[in-house]
């Protein structure tokens, strides 16, 4: 900033009014600057500057710094001193007042020029007749002009004509790619890029309006940047191209465990097409094998055989959750699974663990503890209760003794559910890579079997809903796992379900005619046998026109169980047939295809889906509603 200026002009006193003094300083400031500068410095002292007022010392030395800016400091002294006395200009004076003035613009000129030419943006003014009025050396290198196109009262659009006519703007029409540009610099102030192929570089254009009409046009060369970025998505391309690969070997492997050689073929066209493939293929013969074995572990009393079945039962079971696992990493990692939210209680997700796991717990001999909660959350329901069973399958599965607690809280505006044990405990030093595929720590290997994909899983879902998961753990006390999810809207309770043995209702199911149709006969025979064993009756149909068959001649029965994929057609179509046949019978539609949009297909049907290899437990509870839905209508 310039220095003070000590004061000059208290000797004098004269009648110089504050309209001759604005006069005076606008000649050489112009008058949109000087009265700018006035009304300033009159709200900065609060006072009211009266056209015919007198002009006091204050004013006097701001102007005296207005002028000095503009012509110097000596020029202005002059300047004020002649108006404060008076008196006529000599033509020595004058001359000496023109010269100053004339030196300090143009120092002041050189100076503005020098500092734009420092600039690494190129600088160009264009008046409101889009003719240019000064600019910056870099404005031309960066576009590539020569002089005699770079000169005062050159039009923005010759500018353009130049440009295009030389093929920097690529090849095209002339005209339209002036046309296009012109509108581009004078009809937005938003920044856009311009791209010279010939020169491979890249240029960020921004055009200002001015307050006269014109515009201040800046351009930046981008093209490192651009680079980088070009370089970051070919990288990321390739990145890509080696998942897709790695990711078509694992669909050749799968495709040959289970003989599906069309699945495969199918897979290489769609990664989604060939999960709902492959889970349907593996799971089919799983599913067929676990209702047998579900059916002779009932039947069995005790002994050695029995023995042998359970353990047959039990490693099926490993094998679906083993499978099941993958399959639900792969839906994960590629988005195939997206969340659904809606707001429910929490208290009826924890109910619905507590009766999977109970039994599990009672056969470990330990305490398991779901601690009732009347709050509300905002979560995809499927994938919450996903990531809770597999926290509490763990806290069950890595403790011997002790017991297992499950309760919710408040905390920030969200619901954090926590998963207490007192079981072998995590080393902080494990803490982030037990999330990891596959990693399992030396201790727990000994004591639960597993590949270690829980809280894989865990991890993937939480990041797939946005919900926080945190662990606090003491190696050998046990462990604490939390999940933060938003608070919901209050929901008034429902009726939760009563907890007890499955054996105690077999009965209840006697003389129940179910209708079965699947397209594999080994399913329909470990269904029929499942079902025997609950005193139910079955008729079995491999598709549509076989059920249709069978119910012309055989009683109606109280549900049906469909599988999605036959021979012909799908299972919802066949549901809507029997249904215009023969009235709206309850259905379960039974699938390993986990996709959304199988579903919500089911969900517009109104029928309940489960999902295979079949879980008796849930089975016999659905069969239970139907009972409960006859009795009622008896009534």
Partial sequence: GLAPIAPTFRRWRSSLTVEELTATVARYLGESRTRSSFESFAAARRISLEPDAEADIALLRHAEHLLASAIGAASSRLVLSLMLRKRTVSTQAALKLLDDASAAIHYNREILQTALDQVRQGIAVFDRDMRLVCWNRQFGEILDLPPHIVRVDVTLAEILEYSAEHGAFGAGDTDKLVRERLERYTGSSLPHLERFPDRNLVVEVRSDRMPDGGIV???????????????????????????????????????????????????????????????????????????????????????????????????????????????????????????????????????????????????????????????????????????????????????PHGRVLVGCRRRRGKVRVGVYDTGLGIPRSKHRSIFLEFHRLVQG?????????????????????????????????????????????????????????????????????????DNEPKILDGMEALLAGWR?????????????????????????????????????????????????????LITADRSPAVRDEARAADVVVLYKPIKPAALRALLGQWRAQRIAAAE
């Fill in 445 to 517: 290997a000994t004591v639960a079997r597993g590949l270690g994909l829980g809280l894989s899983i865990v991890e993937r879902i939480a990041r797939v809903l946005d919900h926080h998961v945190d662990l606090v753990s003491t190696v050998g006390k046990g462990s604490q796992f939390f999940v933060d999810v938003p608070a919901g809207p209050t929901i008034a309770a429902t009726s939760a379900p009563q907890l007890g043995s499955p054996r105690a209702d077999w009965g209840a199911f006697a003389g129940m005619w179910v209708l079965c149709i």
């Fill in 536 to 588: 139910c009756h079955v008729i079995k149909a491999p598709n549509l026109p076989a059920a249709v068959a069978q119910l012309r001649i055989g009683p109606m029965p109280a549900g049906m169980l469909v599988d999605y994929h036959l021979d012909s057609g799908n299972g919802i179509d066949a549901i809507r047939a029997l249904r215009e046949r023969y009235g709206a019978l309850p259905t379960i």
């Fill in 217 to 399: 046009t800046t351009v930046t060369d981008i093209t490192p940047s651009v680079e980088a970025v070009e370089a970051l998505e070919r990288a990321n391309a390739s990145l890509e191209g080696r998942v897709r690969e790695r990711t078509r070997e694992l669909e050749r492997l799968n495709a040959e465990l289970v003989g599906a050689k069309a699945a495969a073929d199918e897979a290489n066209i769609s990664k989604t097409r060939f999960l709902a493939a492959a889970s349907h293929d593996i799971l089919q013969p799983l599913n067929a094998a676990r209702l047998y074995c579900t059916s002779l572990v009932e039947r069995q009393g005790a002994g050695e055989e029995a023995r042998l079945v359970r353990n047959v039962d039990a490693s099926l079971e490993a094998v679906e959750e083993i499978l099941g696992a993958l399959l639900d990493i792969s839906r994960l990692d590629s988005g195939v699974l997206k969340p659904e939210v809606s707001s429910f209680r929490i208290d009826d997700l924890l109910h619905q663990l507590e009766v999977e796991f109970a039994p599990l717990a009672r056969e470990k001999e330990l305490q398991l503890t779901f601690m009732p909660s009347s709050l509300t959350v905002k979560s995809d329901r499927r994938l919450l209760r996903r990531l809770l069973q597999n926290l509490v399958a763990n806290a069950i599965k890595y403790t």
